[in-house]
């Protein structure tokens, strides 16, 4: 999995150092739907865990998620973004909400759909609270163009009102 670092970079979780200085990521925040904004937080606490992946093609990229997780979605014409779990993405045509909150001047829409499937992968992700997106980048380079998740939301925080978001 990968984070997005205050240096506008991604950092992947997956080949993580002895030791970690002050390493910030981004996050979402819809923890309070009236005040939606962009945060770096400490990357303090990473959750381990076991699940089965899917590999999604985000515009021209791809990269892999946990299955059990939801991802913000949204068109740009049609007003808010919402959340929706990955099981429910395939060929259904939606599009993923992109967004990189250090360089991005307006969000763009990819489409999105599921191309493959692996069954046990082990994960590590930051530990979030509820309403806080993860912004995992799909570029490898500087400035890389970004997508939310989430694992788990409560039904209040589901809704992104598209008007805060940039």
């Not at 791809?62 to 068109?75: A, F, N, R, T, V």
């Not at 989430?150 to 589901?158: A, G, L, Q, T, Y």
Request: hydrophobic fraction near 40%; aromatic fraction near 12%.
């Amino acid at each position: 999995m990968r984070i997005l670092t205050l240096e506008n970079s991604y950092y992947n979780l997956e080949t993580l150092p002895e030791e970690i200085d002050d390493l910030r990521f981004a996050i979402l925040d819809n923890s309070n739907p009236q005040n939606v904004d962009y945060h770096y937080i400490p990357l303090i606490f990473l959750e381990s865990f076991n699940a089965a992946a899917l590999v999604l093609q985000i515009g021209d990229r791809k990269i892999k998620m946990p299955l059990d997780w939801q991802i913000l979605i949204g068109e740009k014409e049609h007003g808010d973004l919402e959340t929706l779990p990955l099981s429910s993405l395939n060929d259904r045509g939606f599009s993923a909400f992109q967004f990189n909150p250090l360089s991005s001047f307006s969000p763009s829409f990819l489409p999105i759909e599921i191309v493959d499937i692996y069954h046990d992968v082990t994960w590590y992700a930051p530990r979030l609270r509820n309403g806080q997106f993860l912004c995992v980048p799909i570029d490898d380079g500087p400035k890389p163009r970004c997508v939310f998740f989430v694992k788990e939301i409560s039904r209040n925080c589901e809704i992104v009102d598209y008007n805060q978001v940039f």
